[in-house]
């Protein structure tokens, strides 16, 4: 893969999670979630802080993608 992906709340919801969850995850995590909002998040964001969701979450997008 030469490029990762940008994780977006579009995949966070698509994914099943949701936004309020989302929000407390991020909080948990020291992530600024509006930064999120705006411009999404590689995935190597998410995989860095080896959380279960965040992985099944990345693995979601990177299966969207392909």
């Given at each position: ?7 977006t ?50 693995a ?7």
């Amino acid at each position: 893969m030469t490029a990762d992906v940008i994780i977006t709340i579009d995949h966070v919801r698509a994914a099943g999670y949701c936004v309020a969850g989302a929000r407390a995850w991020f909080a948990r995590h020291g992530l600024d979630f509006r930064a999120f909002l705006a411009h999404g998040l590689p995935a190597a964001v998410f995989l860095a802080t080896g959380d279960a969701q965040a992985l099944r979450l990345v693995a979601y997008a990177r299966a969207e993608v392909r």
